[in-house]
């Protein structure tokens, strides 16, 4: 019985011991070429290796070719400082110096210098040959053949362009991870010749439901080449497994602040990557003028691309000075209602306002049922108004019975921002304890629950979001309307509903 112990937890320490070994890195960062623009490092270099796993990246992605004598080396283009790779002896190549004064890494020199550590991934991309299809087959087998040789087959993933070579991968080692680049194979594809992954530009998984298809397959989704916030903020929002930059310390400063990272989860969202007018399925439309309750000047159309249309990925409505029905401009109120609506989350819209005294933009909503009977009793969220005679300022507001501008005890704060030159992310996080509300990411504003009741607190009910552009109104146009700003669009670049 001791010796069956003894035995038992021996096979454990080596199973713990085998499980430690490795301890690589749990984050969506891919380095491309490396880490190498913020320090100036060469791309592809030794130096920006080193650097992606200092920073602590899930992977280092580097790009491998093959010399005339068929020594293979690591370089992105095919030309070494004027020299073709592939036409050039390995000795010729090292004629050349980069510019911290590394020579060109050969392929065997770059992975056991990434031997030389447990945490970031060697994401190893095979060029697609200049010269022919057969000579691709065959960096492909040499690749594979050194990854062998070195003995980091546990830290190697594979990427290319070229579709057969992502196939010869696996029919010399069936189970590696791979992902194609190009952009043109389905998921089901893929899944069907037994890659592990897809490894498209962002642009193609802005289609519907692509990533989420790919999920459902069992294959991991990388995003290239990504280098800005709204990008990478996007691909984290629409749970990416990974994303491939230039800009790698951006990236992970953009991965501490994303939503998904608080524990949010994207249940709804209109990135209006479409062209035309908004999507039928995402928005319908409040129809007509007569004031809306506030002596508003404006006629909200029906689906009128005038008003509002989607072009080069922003939902755009437009106040014009135009005569309808007896009313002097026209302008378009959109609503989730019959669409979408929620109870509780965090909702982030990011736009650029429309300029000019007179106009009376908002990014607000309202419930869908009236649970607790009419304005302003069932409640009423403002997550963000602005009003062109004060350029420089936007406001958070809540209403209810208690709370509601006509008896002047709206619950509300303005926050100084320039709302025109560059897009800010409005939100609120609503939750059943209090509401809080974000202009980039700064609370500014926060109404709690009293536990008094609805006359207090309606918001225990459904609400469905509202984006519109007034002109003039009680507070809009207290100092009149400029007729000289029309046509003024408010810019919507993304509308995302998250919740716990």
Known sequence: MKRALISTCMVLIFTTSFAQKFNWNKN?????????????????SIASLKEAVKLGCYGSEFDVWMTADNVLVVNHDPEFQGLTIE????????????????????????????????????????KPSLISKERGIEVTNASIEMVKKVGVIDWTEYISFDYDYCKR????????????????????????????GVDYHYSVYQKDGWIENAHKLGLT?????????????????????????????????????????????????????????????????????????????QYYTDADSANANVNKGNLNITAIKADKENNHYTSARLVTKNKFDFKYGRVE????????????????????????????????????????????SVYGTVHTEKFNHVIHTQAGKGVKIDPYDSYHVYAI??????????????????????????????????FHII??????????????????????????????????
């Open 28 to 44: 969506q960062v891919i380095a491309h070429r490396g880490a190498w623009k913020k320090q100036n490092f060469p791309q592809n």
């Open 87 to 126: 036409k050039v002896k390995y000795e010729e190549l090292l004629t050349k110096t980069m510019s911290n004064g590394e020579k060109i890494p050969t392929l065997e020199a770059y992975l056991k210098e990434g031997k030389k550590q447990k945490t970031t991934r060697l994401i190893l991309e095979i």
């Open 169 to 196: 991968v696996l029919e010399l080692l069936p189970y590696a991870k791979v992902a194609y680049l190009r952009g043109e194979i389905s998921a089901e594809q893929m899944k069907a010749d037994k890659l592990t």
């Open 221 to 297: 989704v990388n995003a290239w080449t990504v280098n800005t916030v709204p990008e990478i903020q996007w691909l984290l929002a629409h749970k990416v497994d990974f994303i491939t930059t230039n800009e790698p310390e951006l990236t992970f400063e953009e991965l501490k602040k994303t939503p998904t990272a608080l524990g949010w989860n994207l249940k709804w969202s209109d990135e209006f990557d479409e062209k035309g007018l908004p999507l039928s399925k995402n928005w319908s439309y409040d129809v007509g003028g007569k004031g809306w309750g506030n002596n508003e000047l």
């Open 349 to 392: 819209v990011r736009a650029i306002l429309p300029k000019g005294r007179g106009l009376w933009p908002a990014i607000w909503a309202l419930p869908t049922e009236w649970k607790y009977g009419g304005w302003p009793k069932s409640g009423e969220i403002d997550i963000m108004e602005h009003v062109g005679y004060e350029p420089d």
């Open 429 to 462: 996080e609503w939750c059943k304890d209090k509401i809080d509300f974000f202009v980039d990411d700064q609370k500014y504003l926060s109404f709690k629950n009293s536990g008094k009741g609805s006359g207090d607190w309606p918001f225990d009910q459904n």
């Open 467 to 500: 984006l519109n552009v007034a002109v003039g109104g009680g507070w809009g146009g207290k100092k009149g309307v400029d007729d000289t700003i029309f046509p003024a669009t408010m810019k919507v670049d993304y509308v995302r509903v998250y919740q716990k």
